[in-house]
Each structure stands twice: as structure tokens, then as C-alpha cells.
């Protein structure tokens, strides 16, 4: 959620940030409306032709995209590595500092599109530099952190794994998520977190809850390895354990950092936050993170390209009350969601028959617009239907 890099810090590391200034892009986007902006590094080794990861990497509440840039140096790793990362910024605050992303925050009156705006730069960066669709992560701080939970409920179809870090997930996205297949995840967080509770409040669940619901819905062998991380910087005034669970569908795994005593900081981050507590230092975050990610990509039965306007789909008819019908041009719907415009999945449905022309009841959903996501043989359709 929150934390805060000074102006002076920052001017301080601008150098840092413009080293090898050929790799960096400063780009905008248009999605719902709103111009949108990122902060991409390509690495060394990017060249045209050749297929890389990406990784996201999501600023929390109240800072933005330079910020996350500079802290958590997750530039170095792309770097030696070979990966393209990408530093997205959400949308002002109104009324005070920084940016933010909508997770559904109790309360937050918050409708922007973050997952559909990071789910078009997926496509935008495929376009431009050739990005492997099978190989797309999500990780995060804080409110990056719930992002990321975010794009793996809404988007299993495009992110590979997630790892959030001193984030979490709200109860109505844990209420609501269905995947729909095994997803790798990463949790790292402190005891001692002053920003989001690690035994979790009213608008946020405990983490223990969160690693949990991602074992039973990977499907995990029950009961985690525990592994003592080497406290080899005995003055941070924390220690860390990992929690790895696996024997996961699909060949994926959860990992879980807890940091006793930790704070709401990124391990090894490259300053102490100020009124965030204990930085853990015997790992680093960005690498360990990296490192796990490099494990997975999508599988071959998942379709990752979003077919766009490249496919003739009819809904009909829209607006409805009942049944509708789906018709699409040389492509075969292997399943189906219907989303509300707060990104909560409301239903969902799987076929198996060879046909052109399906049929799908929304009588039971309130009056309202809502999006229906489909899954093909060939890619991803999505089109917007109201309920009367």
C-alpha cells in the first residue's frame, strides 16, 4: 500500500536509472479513456527476432513507477538475466500524492481498468518487441502486490506466476477467484508489516489465509518445507523462513518468505524506509523472485493471444434478459466468464463440443453491463453485453 522515496534519493539515483539509456523506454498507451503510462527496460541481450520474458513490476499506494524503479532494482536482474521488465504507473490519487491501483479496496469507489490496462500492454509489447506470451509475470509491492493476485484471478490465460510482496488480497477477490488452473505463486511478507496487518483486518486478508488458498487451489501435497534463510546480516533486527509447497498441478509450487520481525519493506531494497520498519537483508527480493519465476510459463492448453478484432464474434442479442447466443468465425469457445465491471467473475462455463454457434443464460445476473471473456482454440475474445 504505502511507502515513500524522497526527492533527494531519487535525484540521487536518476544516474543510476539512465545507465545504458538506449534500453530505456518512456512510453503512454490509451486504454478505457485515459492515457496511461510505463516505464520499460530491455535488456542487453533484446534484439528483434528473439522472443523474451516480461515482468511487471507494480508500484504501491501512493508512489509510482520511477519509484518502484529505483527501490527494488529489479533492472539489474533483467539486465544480467535477459528479461524485459516493465514499470507500469497507476492512476492519481484523487485529492492527495501518488498513485494507486484498484484491487477493490473496500470503499474505494475506485472503477479504473488497471488489470485490462496491464492486460493491453501484454498485447502492446508483443506487437513491438516480440515479448514470449508464455513467459509473462506479475510481482509487486504493497498495492502492486494485490495487483498482481489481481491479474493472476483475472488473467490466469496471460500470467505465468505472481509474487507479491507485502501485499495481499482483498476478501471479495478471494471470495471470487477462480483461476481455472494451477498458477505458481510467491508471497513474501513480515510480522511486523504496520501497513498491511500480516494477521490480516476487515479490508485485507491474513497472508497465512492467502499462501493457503493458492496450496488448495494448486493442489499441493499437504504440509510446506521449511527452510531457515542464513541470517547473514544479524543487524536488520529480522530473520526469514521459506515455505515451499509443492507436488502443485501442473508442476507449479507456492513459495512463501515469512520474515519474522520484518517490516513492510522489499528485501534488500536499495534504501531503509523511513516509519516501515525492519528490512530484512539476508536475500534479495528482486533475485529470488526472478529466480522463481524463471521456473514457469504458461502451458500449451492455455491460449495467450488476445484475437482482438482479428475474429467475427456476435453476441446476440445485446442487450438481453436470457439466453445468448455466441456466434464466431473459424474459431472453437473452450470456455466462457462473465465478469461485472469491478472485475469480479460471476460465472463461468466450459464446452467441449465442435460448434460455431453457442448459447449462454445470463438470466439470473442482475440488470447491469458486464464483460463476457471467451477462450478459444486460437487466442481470447472479450465483448461487453447488458443485462435488461
Same mark, same amino acid.
Given at each position: ?20 539509456? =538506449? ?16 516505464? @520499460?527496460?530491455? #535488456? ?8 523474451? !520474458? ?9 508512489? *509510482? ?5 529505483? &527501490? ?33 479496496? #473496500? ?21 513491438? &518487441? ?6 509473462? &509475470? ?17 488473467? !490466469? ?21 477462480? #483461476? ?6 510467491? =508471497? /513474501? ?28 487451489? *494448486? *493442489? ?9 534463510? !542464513? ?28 520474515? +519474522? ?27 529470488? /523472485? ?16 488476445? @484475437?482482438?478484432?482479428?475474429?467475427? @464474434?456476435?453476441?446476440? #442479442? ?21 465478469? *461485472? ?6 460465472? +463461468? ?8 454457434? &453457442? ?7 442482475? !440488470?447491469?453491463?458486464?464483460?463476457? =471473456? ?15
Amino acid at each position: 500500500m504505502e511507502y515513500r522515496c524522497t526527492i533527494i534519493i531519487l535525484l540521487g539515483l536518476f544516474s543510476t536509472l539512465m545507465t545504458n539509456a =538506449q534500453q530505456n523506454v518512456i512510453g503512454t498507451i490509451e486504454h478505457d479513456g485515459l492515457t496511461r503510462d510505463y516505464r @520499460l527496460r530491455l #535488456p542487453p541481450q533484446y534484439e528483434e527476432g528473439v522472443s523474451l !520474458p516480461l515482468v511487471f513490476n507494480l508500484h504501491g499506494n501512493t508512489s *509510482n513507477a520511477i519509484q518502484q524503479e529505483a &527501490y527494488t532494482n529489479f533492472n539489474v536482474v533483467a539486465d544480467a538475466e535477459g528479461f524485459i521488465v516493465c514499470h507500469p504507473d497507476g492512476t492519481d490519487i484523487p485529492g492527495g500524492t501518488g498513485k494507486t491501483w484498484n484491487v477493490n479496496f #473496500p470503499g474505494s469507489g475506485n472503477t479504473t481498468d488497471d488489470a485490462g490496462f496491464l492486460n493491453a500492454l501484454i498485447d502492446e509489447f508483443h506487437a513491438e &518487441y516480440g515479448i514470449d506470451l508464455t513467459r509473462v &509475470y506479475s510481482t509487486g509491492m504493497s498495492n502492486g502486490g494485490y495487483m498482481s493476485y489481481k491479474m493472476a484471478c483475472d488473467y !490466469p490465460n496471460r500470467i505465468a506466476a505472481i509474487a507479491s510482496v507485502t501485499g495481499s488480497m482483498v476478501p471479495l477477490e478471494v471470495a471470487n477467484c477462480d #483461476p481455472m488452473r494451477a498458477m505458481p505463486v510467491m =508471497q /513474501i511478507h513480515g510480522t511486523n508489516d504496520p501497513v498491511v496487518p500480516y494477521g490480516g483486518a476487515a479490508w485485507t486478508t491474513d497472508v497465512e489465509t492467502v499462501v493457503e488458498w493458492w496450496v488448495s487451489n *494448486n *493442489n499441493c501435497m499437504d504440509g510446506p518445507a521449511v527452510t531457515d534463510i !542464513p541470517d547473514t546480516n544479524t543487524g536488520d533486527g529480522c530473520t526469514a523462513e521459506l515455505y515451499e509447497y509443492t507436488g502443485c498441478d501442473e508442476s507449479t509450487r507456492v513459495e512463501f518468505y515469512k520474515i +519474522t520481525n520484518g517490516g513492510h519493506t522489499w528485501p534488500n531494497g536499495l534504501i531503509d524506509l523511513p516509519g516501515s520498519g525492519n528490512t530484512n537483508r539476508d536475500f534479495t527480493a528482486s533475485e529470488v /523472485i526472478w529466480e522463481f519465476f524463471s521456473q514457469f510459463q504458461l502451458p500449451a492448453s492455455v491460449p495467450t493471444t488476445d @484475437l482482438g478484432n482479428e475474429v467475427e @464474434l456476435t453476441l446476440a #442479442p445485446n442487450p438481453s434478459n436470457g439466453i445468448v447466443r455466441m456466434d464466431v468465425d473459424e474459431v472453437r469457445i473452450q470456455s466462457v466468464s462473465v465478469y *461485472n465491471l469491478l472485475g469480479e467473475q460471476l460465472l +463461468t462455463k466450459n464446452w467441449e463440443q465442435e460448434s460455431l454457434s &453457442y448459447r449462454l443464460d445470463i438470466s439470473h445476473l442482475s !440488470p447491469g453491463t458486464y464483460m463476457v =471473456q471467451m477462450g478459444t482454440d486460437k487466442g481470447i475474445l472479450t465483448e461487453k453485453i447488458v443485462k435488461y
